[in-house]
C-alpha cells in the first residue's frame, strides 16, 4: 500500500516559502542561476509522465521531493499528442498540466523539454510516424517540417505558458532542441524552432542541451545568439566540464554548469544483458557535479515503453531495437520504488548538502497471483476479419502508406506453383517478416535476412494462399536514420516468386489498439500467431508483473492496457503491470503471441523475471 504523509507546502508556496509567480518569483540565468535574486542550485530528476501512469505521479514526485531535490525535468513525445496529423491528445495519463500541478503541490519546479524531437529511447524520437508521408526533410529549416512543428506548438505551448513561473506555475525554462549537434549544424532551424515558441508566448529562459565536447557544442547551440547551453554525460564531470567551460570562455559566456542528462544508468536492447552501475560509484559521480554546477539526473525513474512506444538503436545497416522496460537502472526502479542507488545518493546529499531537506521515501506493494487459467485462444488468421478491413493494391504498400503508425501488418495474396520447388524473396522490408504458406510457418526473417532466398516445395499447378505477417519493431530514436527509408515500416518494394514480382495483394493494418475485436468464438490452429486470454479475480491490487518466460514473442494486455512486447530472448522475460491497470474484481489478461508457444497457466509475479546474458556492467 502506499504510505500517506502530509507536508506544509501549499500549491502557493515554493519550497522556501516564496509565492510561486509574480514579481516575487523570478529566475534568471547570469553568472549562476538566480531565484529570487538569490543563487540557486538546481538539483533535478527526470520523470516522463507519459511513461509512468497518473495514478503513480505523485508517488514519484514525492520521491524525488524526498531525497532533498527541488526540481522535476520531463521531455514531450509528439507522437503521443498527435498520434495522428491534426488530432491531439492531453487527457489522462497525457495530462502534463495536471503532471505539472502535482510537482508544483509538491514544492517541486519544473524543466520541460518540448523539443520537436527528443530521443529518450523513445519510438522515432517522440517523432510522428505520419510525418514520414510528407515530403519534407525531419529535423532542418525545411518550411515543411518548421510548419508542422507550429501547428503542434499552436496546441501545446499554451499548456506549458499558463505553467511558467512568472504566470503563477512551476516551469522555470525550456528547451530549444535536443542534442541536436549530434544530428545536424542547420542554424536557421533552431532559430526558428525558438522563434515558434517566443511566438507563442514562451517567455522562460531557453537552453539547448548536447554532448560537452566542442563539435556538438559548435553545432548544436545557439551560442552566438546568447541561448543557454548544457551539456550531457553520465561521468568525468570535471573534464566535461572544464571542455564546456572552454566554450564558454571561446564566446565569452559567464554561465552557470549544468549537465542537463546526467546518466545514471542505461538501457537495455534485446539480446544484450541488463545494465547495471555501481551505487555508491554513482553517488560520488553526482557529487563531482553539485561541486561545480546543477545536475538534471536521468533518469530519476525511467518508467515503461507501453505499448509500440520503445525505441531503437541507429547501427550501421541494422536497426537494435529497445526492451519495454525502461527501468534504466535508475534512482527508482521500473515501479517506482526506492533503489539502492537512491539510499546511496541520498546518503551523499545528507552528508554534503545538509541545507537540502529530506524526507522518508514511499514504496508500494507488489503481489503475485498463480496459476491464472487459459479461457479462451483464438489464431489471428480466423479472426483477421474482425480486426481489420483490407487495403487492396497491386503491389504491396508500406504500413505508412496505409495509415498506420505502429503495430503489425498482414500481406495476403494467392498463386499458383509453377514447380515442384520455387524460390521466394520479399524484398527491401522492415523489420521483421513471417511467411506462412496455406496457414503453415514457413520461416521468419528479420532485417538482415530479408531478401535471402526461400525455398518451398508446393504441388505443381495448385494454388496456394500467401500471408506474410510483418511486425514494426521500433523505430530509430536519434542519427542519420531519421532519412533513411528503413523508417517505413512493412514491405517497401515487393514479394518475388522465382524471378517476377507477385501481384493484387490485400494489406490488413494490425495496430492491435483494440483487443475487444478480437473473436474468440473462431477456431485456433496450433503453430500460427494467436491470442489467448486469461481471466483472474484480485480483492486488492497491487503492483506485479506478468512473467512471460515460456512464451514466444509478441505483446500483452491487461484490461485493455497494451503493456508492450515480450521476447524469450531477453534480458527481460516479464512486463510490468502498475496497480492502476488492474481491477478489484474480475481482470482480464490477453496475450498475442507470434510463435505458437503459449501456456495453459500463467504467473503475476513480484519481480520482474530476466534472463541472464553474459555481460559488463558500466
Excluded at 534568471?28 to 542550485?41: N, Q, R, T, V
Excluded at 542519420?480 to 514491405?491: N, V, W, Y
Aim: with cysteine; hydrophobic share 35%; aromatic share 14%.
Amino acid at each position: 500500500g502506499f504510505i500517506s504523509l502530509s507536508f506544509n507546502i501549499t500549491t502557493n508556496e515554493s519550497a522556501n516559502g516564496k509565492v510561486w509567480g509574480g514579481k516575487m518569483t523570478r529566475f534568471k540565468i547570469e553568472d549562476d542561476f538566480y531565484l529570487d535574486g538569490e543563487p540557486f542550485k538546481i538539483l533535478s530528476g527526470a520523470i516522463h509522465y507519459f511513461r509512468i501512469p497518473e495514478e503513480d505521479w505523485y508517488h514519484s514526485l514525492y520521491n524525488l521531493k524526498a531525497l532533498g531535490f527541488n526540481t522535476v525535468e520531463t521531455y514531450v513525445a509528439w507522437n503521443l499528442h498527435e498520434p495522428t496529423e491534426g488530432n491531439f491528445n492531453f487527457e489522462g495519463n497525457l495530462d502534463i498540466e495536471k503532471f505539472l500541478q502535482t510537482a508544483q503541490d509538491l514544492g517541486l519546479y519544473a524543466i520541460v523539454r518540448p523539443s520537436p524531437f527528443i530521443c529518450a529511447e523513445w519510438e522515432f524520437g517522440g517523432l510522428p510516424a505520419w510525418l514520414l508521408n510528407k515530403d519534407m526533410r525531419i529535423r532542418s529549416s525545411d518550411p515543411a517540417f518548421v510548419e508542422m512543428v507550429g501547428r503542434y506548438y499552436d496546441h501545446l505551448l499554451p499548456r506549458l505558458v499558463s505553467r511558467l513561473l512568472d504566470n503563477g506555475g512551476n516551469i522555470l525554462m525550456m528547451q530549444v532542441e535536443n542534442e541536436y549537434g549530434s544530428y545536424g549544424e542547420d542554424k536557421t532551424y533552431l532559430r526558428e524552432i525558438r522563434r515558434l515558441m517566443e511566438e507563442r508566448s514562451v517567455t522562460c529562459p531557453l537552453f539547448t542541451s548536447d554532448g560537452p565536447w566542442r563539435a556538438t557544442l559548435k553545432a548544436g547551440t545557439l551560442i552566438e545568439d546568447d541561448l543557454f547551453v548544457t551539456g550531457n554525460f553520465g561521468s568525468k564531470a570535471n573534464f566535461n566540464f572544464s571542455q564546456m567551460q572552454e566554450f564558454f570562455d571561446e564566446y565569452g559566456k559567464k554561465w552557470p554548469l549544468m549537465c542537463m542528462e546526467f546518466w545514471d544508468g542505461w538501457f537495455n536492447r534485446w539480446k544484450e544483458p541488463v545494465i547495471t552501475r555501481d551505487a555508491e560509484e554513482l553517488a560520488e559521480a553526482v557529487h563531482e557535479v553539485l561541486e561545480q554546477g546543477s545536475i538534471n539526473l536521468y533518469m530519476f525513474h525511467g518508467g515503461t515503453n507501453f505499448g509500440f512506444m520503445n525505441g531503437c538503436s541507429a547501427r550501421g545497416t541494422i536497426d537494435l531495437p529497445q526492451v519495454t522496460s525502461y527501468d534504466y537502472d535508475a534512482l527508482l526502479n521500473e515501479a517506482g520504488n526506492p533503489t539502492a542507488k537512491y539510499m546511496a545518493v541520498k546518503e551523499m546529499m545528507a552528508t554534503y548538502y545538509p541545507e537540502y531537506p529530506q524526507l522518508e521515501p514511499l514504496y508500494k506493494e507488489s503481489m503475485e497471483v498463480e496459476n491464472i487459467p487459459l479461457v479462451e485462444k483464438v489464431s489471428l488468421f480466423e479472426t483477421l476479419d474482425s480486426l481489420a478491413s483490407p487495403t487492396e493494391s497491386l503491389y504491396p504498400k508500406k504500413m505508412e502508406e496505409l495509415g498506420q503508425s505502429y503495430g503489425y501488418l498482414l500481406y495476403r495474396t494467392e498463386a499458383s506453383w509453377d514447380a515442384e520447388e520455387e524460390r521466394i524473396r520479399i524484398i527491401d522490408g522492415r523489420d521483421r517478416a513471417q511467411l506462412f504458406v496455406d496457414g503453415k510457418w514457413v520461416v521468419t526473417q528479420y532485417q538482415t535476412e530479408i531478401g535471402e532466398d526461400i525455398f518451398y516445395q508446393g504441388k505443381k499447378k495448385a494454388l496456394s494462399r500467401f500471408d506474410i505477417l510483418v511486425e514494426n519493431m521500433g523505430r530509430v530514436n536519434y542519427g542519420h536514420k531519421f532519412l533513411a527509408d528503413t523508417q517505413r515500416k512493412g514491405i517497401r518494394t515487393g514479394v518475388c516468386k522465382d524471378l517476377h514480382f507477385l501481384l493484387n495483394w490485400k494489406q490488413y493494418p494490425l495496430p492491435l489498439d483494440n483487443p475487444e475485436k478480437i473473436d474468440f468464438s473462431k477456431e485456433w490452429t496450433d503453430g500460427q500467431p494467436a491470442f489467448y486470454a486469461y481471466d483472474f479475480a484480485v480483492e486488492a491490487p497491487k503492483d506485479t508483473y506478468l512473467d512471460l518466460s515460456e512464451f514466444g514473442k509478441g505483446i500483452a494486455y491487461i484490461n485493455g492496457h497494451n503493456l508492450g512486447r515480450f521476447w524469450n530472448v531477453g534480458p527481460t522475460l516479464s512486463l510490468y503491470i502498475p496497480h492502476s491497470y488492474l481491477k478489484e474484481g474480475a481482470n482480464r489478461i490477453i496475450i498475442f503471441e507470434t510463435e505458437g508457444e503459449y501456456k495453459e497457466h500463467i504467473h503475476l509475479t513480484r519481480k520482474p523475471t530476466l534472463k541472464h546474458i553474459k555481460g559488463e556492467n558500466l
